[in-house]
């Protein structure tokens, strides 16, 4: 089981240009840790989620990526100049950064896991009948989508790709693309309650994976950390763990 070297370094790439920390222009590494951190700016090409540029934090293989706003920066510096990537995600840390934000109307709203394709995994083939739909042909299931994991008709993570399975003319389960990021994808998947158990899922995925890489672009599948079922699909997918992520947001306004 491995991840492609090139794909590690368009992902780091991306995780760059996510956190306003361009390499070879901005000494922003921090400590012996690998630790990146600089203000908060929207980039071309980032990822954004939730519209929120207020802080953002990567990790991924002994490295860390932190965006944060001139108003926490300083303290940002401080804060994580001798943090362990490895144990970045950990009650004690996050409980800290909840706080920072909590002064700040804002709240961490989710830890998130991605994985990357192991490029040890095998080629896979349809296990039932597919169809494939391409950008402009996604945009008629707007009005009626089933599959929300799937598509998800964003502005700023648009649908790319999408593979569907079919028992005759029924369609039951799709796995999307959208294009999150300048080098990297997201699949999202989804399958009708009673077909669900038979491997649908991972095949679809794994399907859409593969479509992915031969367009040379980066496939990355993200889930909760506690979401068990979802890693299952990624792994059986031929995914591997690859980086965490924190995400944060306004509070939301009490009547």
Not at 64 to 93: G, H, Q, R, V
Not at 165 to 171: L, P, V
Request: hydrophobic share 40%.
């Amino acid at each position: 089981m491995r991840i492609d070297k090139n794909i590690l370094l368009l992902a780091k790439k991306q995780f760059c240009l996510d956190c306003n920390c361009l390499e070879g222009k901005n000494p922003t590494q921090l400590g012996k840790h690998g630790i990146h951190i600089n203000r908060a700016k929207k980039l071309p090409g980032a990822r954004i989620y939730h519209n929120e540029l207020f802080f953002r934090a990567i990790t991924s293989f002994g490295e860390l990526f932190i965006m944060a706003d001139e108003t926490i920066y300083p303290w940002a510096k401080e804060f994580f100049k001798d943090a362990s990537p490895e144990w970045f995600c950990s009650f004690k840390n996050l409980r800290e950064i909840d706080r920072k934000m909590n002064e700040q109307g804002r709240e961490i709203l989710d830890t998130h896991i991605y994985f990357l394709p192991d490029m040890d995994a095998g080629i896979v083939e349809p296990i039932c009948n597919v169809k494939w739909y391409e950008k402009d042909e996604i945009l008629p299931f707007k009005e009626k989508n089933p599959f929300g994991n799937a598509l998800m008709f964003s502005e700023t993570q648009p649908d790319m790709l999408a593979v569907a399975a079919f028992d005759k003319e029924k369609m039951i389960g799709m796995a999307g693309a959208s294009a999150d990021g300048k080098y990297m994808w997201q699949i999202g998947i989804d399958v009708l309650p009673e077909y669900r158990g038979h491997g649908l899922a991972a095949n679809l995925t794994a399907l859409i994976k593969q479509e992915i890489i031969r367009r040379k672009k980066v496939p990355f599948y993200g889930t909760s950390e506690s979401h068990s079922v979802s890693q299952s699909v990624a792994i059986k997918a031929g995914f591997l763990p690859a980086w965490a992520e924190i995400f944060t947001h306004k509070l939301p306004v009490r009547k």
